[in-house]
């Protein structure tokens, strides 16, 4: 199973672009990153996902190293309200899916 | 509106109490997963259903019994909790298969407290 690394905690000035970094050297070519944050409190909000190739959508920009040992998420504008936790995920095969594992996540913290 | 709703939002039980909590989504998914979450630590895994048959169970005690009737609804049935149960418990649902189609959604969540 493929694990991930991330930082614990980052901060960002609101405004700014927040680029947060994942490490995944043991995935394996059919598994795809995903990318989920938590608000304090609230259920986890999914956000991204890619395989290979470098995704976009209303919420965030994803990065995919060429290699995809590593990714990189990232929110072009920054602002308070993108306060949480975000979790990098490369989900496990299971009984005919793929089921995500849930780290500690990287605690962002955007400042005024 | 995350398409995935549930009741009740808190709860406060007693360890000889048994109660239920409900899950339901709107969003045409067929599998349904359910999650602890205690004070600072990971989400952790502990039910899945797939097409409304449970495909895995982590070693999770007896006094939590889940319970899938159909894809769009799941509940987990509690009886004898323990003060160490008191956490938020995360409902989810995806698609069922094929790898990169199998996003989560979540609920809310039921904040527990055991007495």
């Known amino acids: 199973d493929a694990k991930t690394t991330q930082p614990t905690s980052m901060d960002c000035a609101e405004g700014r672009a927040a680029n947060l970094p994942c490490n995944h050297s043991?995935?394996?070519?059919?598994?795809?990153v995903y990318w989920y944050r938590q608000i304090h409190s609230q259920g986890p909000q999914y956000i991204i996902h890619g395989l290979k190739n470098n995704e976009t959508n209303e919420m965030a920009s994803l990065i995919i190293t060429e290699d995809r040992k590593s990714s990189t998420l990232i929110l072009p504008h920054a602002t308070l309200r993108d306060t949480a936790v975000y979790y990098c995920?490369?989900?496990?095969?299971?009984?005919?899916?793929?089921?995500?594992?849930f780290g500690r996540g990287t605690s962002l913290i955007v400042h005024p | 509106e995350t398409g995935v709703t549930q009741t009740p939002r808190h709860l406060v039980m007693g360890m000889t109490n048994k109660k239920s909590l409900k899950c339901e989504q709107h969003?045409?998914?067929?599998?349904m997963y359910w999650y602890k979450q205690s004070a600072k630590k990971p989400l952790e895994l502990m039910f899945v259903y797939s097409l409304e048959e449970r495909v895995e169970n982590n070693s999770v005690p007896s006094r939590f019994s889940p319970e899938c009737p159909n894809s769009s609804h799941l509940f987990l049935h509690l009886h004898t909790l323990q003060p160490e149960d008191s956490a938020l418990y995360l409902c989810a649902s995806s698609q069922w298969g094929q790898a990169g189609d199998n996003e989560q959604y979540f609920g809310p969540g039921t904040r527990l407290t055991v007495t």
């Open positions: 969003l045409g998914h067929n599998a």
């Open positions: 043991t995935i394996s070519g059919n598994e795809y």
């Open positions: 995920i490369v989900s496990r095969a299971s009984g005919g899916s793929y089921i995500p594992t």
